[in-house]
Structures are given as structure tokens and as C-alpha cells.
């Protein structure tokens, strides 16, 4: 019997047929990763499986519950080892995608995958809340996977989306408490919970959250600077 590839087996799980360009996109991807991860640690996951549940299907499920429009600015905040921003971007190539970190290690990892990928991605070296300092307004929809807790993210996300864009926070199963954490912070920056979507990862790997606020109004000043966020939060 034929063995299947990896990509067969991301296939497997998928609503969607995968083009031939995209196969050997994610293949890539894996391949590059667990390269790099010999001397740089990226991810835990390696396990072929594992990987293709908890990091490609746990990146782009949401893209079933999103309209997204030919070259939306989008932006992945904490990126680490690209996700959910990558597995994004090969699904719908036509976004235009920006991933900010502040790891050169990681920095470095992006800009060799990207390349052997072969997608059109701006890599960001830089703290996200200074980053958003100078790119007020920019981006139709953000995404971040597992980077702080949501009361920051709000303080630092909100500002650099456009009036009337998305924050997408990926989470695990249980945001009850973080999001009632968050409620000052939405205020202030005038950011309104619309969704809740959960979702089961195939194969009992577990359950998954993501959180969508929306900016309704833009205000002035933020983000503060790091220490300032982490001394008093909104």
C-alpha cells in the first residue's frame, strides 16, 4: 500500500482541495522547520500528525469563518515559527501578509522559509508595541497565536488596526476569565467582542479557541511602552 505524503495527509483533514503549489508549499515549510529546529527551538511538535493538527488546521480553520478580500493587509503579531500566518498566506496567497517578532532566531527561521517557499511576505525584527507606535491604522485584520495574555494584546493589536478591522486572538480552551480581564482594555480602546469560536481538533488533540474583537473608534497614544504595560495593565 502506498504510503501517504505529508501532504496528502494535511489533504486528509481539509474541506478543500490543495493545489499542487501548495502541497509543496506546506511540505516545504515542515521540512525547513524541523531543519532549523536542530539547533534553534522553534516547536515541541515534530511529529508529522501532530504537526499538521496542532499547527497548519489549528492556523487556518478560522479562514472558514472569514471573509477576507483580494490583498487585505494582515498581520501576525508574535509570529514565532510563522503561525497562523503562514499556513494562511499559502492558503490564500492573495492577502498581504506582515510577520512581526521580536526573536532574531526566529527572525532569521522566516526569511530562509519564506524564500524556499517562495511567497511574498515583509518580515518585521522589532517589538510589536513599537512597531505599532508607527503603523497606526494599518491593517484590516491581525492575528496572534498563543503570545500574552489579551488585556496586552488589546493595548497593543487595537492601534494598528484600521476603524472597523479585526483582532483575531487564538487561544486555548478555556478564555472565560481572560476575556473579563480584557473588558477595561476594550473600553479604552473602543474594541468590541463580536465572536467566539470554538473548535476540536481532530484526533482528541484538544480544544481551541478564537476570540474576535472589532475596533469601532481609534484613540490616540497607545500603545504604551512596554514596561509601562506590564507595571499597570488597562
Same mark, same amino acid.
Not at 471573509?67 to 492558503?91: C, H, M, Q, R
Not at 489579551?150 to 493589536?157: G, P
Given at each position: 500500500?502506498?504510503?501517504?505524503?505529508?501532504?496528502?495527509?494535511?489533504?486528509?483533514?481539509?474541506?478543500?482541495?490543495?493545489s499542487?503549489?501548495?502541497k509543496?508549499q506546506?511540505?516545504?515549510?515542515?521540512?525547513?522547520?524541523l531543519? /532549523?529546529?536542530?539547533?534553534?527551538?522553534?516547536?515541541?511538535?515534530?511529529?508529522?500528525?501532530?504537526?499538521?493538527?496542532?499547527?497548519?488546521?489549528?492556523?487556518?480553520?478560522?479562514?472558514?469563518?472569514?471573509?477576507?478580500?483580494?490583498?487585505?493587509?494582515?498581520?501576525?503579531?508574535?509570529?514565532?515559527a510563522? @503561525?497562523?500566518?503562514?499556513?494562511?498566506?499559502?492558503?490564500?496567497?492573495?492577502?498581504?501578509l506582515?510577520?512581526?517578532?521580536s526573536?532574531?532566531?526566529?527572525?532569521? @527561521?522566516?526569511?530562509?522559509?519564506?524564500?524556499?517557499?517562495?511567497?511574498?511576505v515583509?518580515?518585521?525584527?522589532e517589538?510589536?508595541?513599537? @512597531?505599532?507606535?508607527?503603523?497606526?491604522?494599518?491593517?484590516?485584520?491581525?492575528?496572534?497565536?498563543?503570545?500574552?495574555?489579551?488585556?496586552?494584546?488589546?493595548?497593543?493589536?487595537?492601534?494598528?488596526?484600521?476603524?472597523?478591522?479585526?483582532?483575531?486572538?487564538?487561544?486555548?480552551?478555556?478564555?472565560?476569565?481572560?476575556?473579563?480581564?480584557?473588558?477595561?482594555?476594550?473600553?479604552?480602546?473602543?474594541?468590541?467582542?463580536?465572536?467566539?469560536?470554538?473548535?476540536?481538533?481532530p484526533?482528541?488533540?484538544?480544544?481551541?479557541?478564537?476570540?474576535?474583537?472589532?475596533?469601532?473608534?481609534?484613540?490616540?497614544? /497607545?500603545?504604551?511602552?512596554?514596561?509601562?504595560?506590564?507595571?499597570?495593565?488597562?
Amino acid at each position: 500500500m502506498q504510503m501517504l505524503t505529508f501532504s496528502d495527509r494535511l489533504e486528509g483533514f481539509l474541506n478543500t482541495k490543495l493545489s499542487n503549489e501548495q502541497k509543496q508549499q506546506f511540505e516545504i515549510y515542515f521540512e525547513t522547520l524541523l531543519a /532549523y529546529n536542530k539547533h534553534t527551538n522553534l516547536t515541541t511538535i515534530t511529529d508529522p500528525e501532530d504537526f499538521i493538527i496542532k499547527h497548519l488546521l489549528d492556523s487556518i480553520w478560522i479562514l472558514e469563518r472569514l471573509s477576507i478580500k483580494n490583498e487585505i493587509e494582515v498581520a501576525d503579531i508574535g509570529t514565532g515559527a510563522g @503561525f497562523p500566518g503562514i499556513p494562511l498566506k499559502i492558503i490564500d496567497p492573495s492577502m498581504k501578509l506582515t510577520l512581526i517578532d521580536s526573536n532574531g532566531k526566529k527572525i532569521k @527561521f522566516l526569511n530562509e522559509v519564506i524564500h524556499k517557499i517562495g511567497i511574498n511576505v515583509e518580515v518585521v525584527y522589532e517589538r510589536a508595541e513599537v @512597531f505599532a507606535k508607527s503603523h497606526q491604522e494599518k491593517f484590516d485584520v491581525i492575528v496572534s497565536r498563543a503570545v500574552a495574555e489579551l488585556s496586552e494584546l488589546i493595548e497593543i493589536v487595537v492601534p494598528m488596526l484600521k476603524v472597523g478591522g479585526s483582532f483575531y486572538a487564538y487561544k486555548g480552551s478555556d478564555v472565560t476569565e481572560e476575556i473579563l480581564r480584557a473588558n477595561h482594555a476594550m473600553k479604552v480602546l473602543h474594541a468590541k467582542k463580536t465572536n467566539i469560536y470554538e473548535h476540536m481538533l481532530p484526533n482528541n488533540k484538544g480544544k481551541r479557541t478564537i476570540i474576535q474583537l472589532v475596533k469601532n473608534k481609534h484613540i490616540e497614544g /497607545y500603545p504604551r511602552t512596554y514596561q509601562q504595560i506590564k507595571k499597570k495593565g488597562l
